[in-house]
C-alpha cells in the first residue's frame, strides 16, 4: 500500500487549497481513505473520510460545510477540497487507508493501516 499526499502549501485565511491523496497497491474499491491532521503541540484529529465501496463520508464538526471529501476512482485519488480556510486548520494533513468495512465498524482513527508521508497546510492571519 502506498499513499502520497500534495497540494499543500500557504494560503491567507479565507482561502481554499486541494489536497490529494495518491494510492496504489490494493483495491482502491474496498477501501476507505481518510484525512487526519496533527497541528504542533497537538494530538492528531481525524478530519473526515471516504469509503470507496460505497461512497459514505465523515466530516468531523471542526470542518463540517468548508472541506469537501471526494474520490475519483479512475485515478485511484481522494481529494479534500478546503475552503474558508482558518490559521487553527495550520497543520500536517496525512492521508490514511484501511478497508472500508474497518472504517464502518470502527470509525475514522489512528487505527487505520496505512498512512502517507504528510503534506504541510499554513494559513495565515
Known amino acids: 500500500v502506498q499513499l502520497v499526499e500534495s497540494g499543500g502549501g500557504l494560503v491567507q485565511a479565507g482561502g481554499s487549497l486541494r489536497l490529494s491523496c495518491a494510492a496504489s497497491?490494493?483495491?482502491?474499491?474496498?477501501?476507505?481513505i481518510g484525512w487526519f491532521r496533527q497541528a504542533p503541540g497537538k494530538e492528531r484529529e481525524g478530519v473526515s473520510c471516504?469509503?470507496?465501496?460505497?461512497?459514505?463520508?465523515y466530516y468531523a464538526d471542526s470542518v463540517k460545510g468548508r472541506f469537501t471529501i471526494s474520490s475519483d476512482h479512475a485515478k485511484n485519488t481522494v481529494y479534500l477540497q478546503m475552503n474558508s480556510l482558518k490559521p487553527e486548520d495550520t497543520a500536517v494533513y496525512y492521508c490514511?487507508?484501511?478497508?472500508?468495512?474497518?472504517?464502518?465498524?470502527?470509525?475514522?482513527?489512528?487505527?487505520?493501516?496505512?498512512w502517507g508521508q504528510g503534506t504541510q497546510v499554513t494559513v495565515s492571519s
Open positions: 490514511a487507508a484501511d478497508f472500508s468495512f474497518v472504517f464502518k465498524e470502527y470509525g475514522l482513527g489512528p487505527h487505520f493501516g496505512s
Open positions: 497497491g490494493f483495491t482502491f474499491d474496498d477501501y476507505a
Open positions: 471516504i469509503s470507496n465501496s460505497d461512497g459514505s463520508t
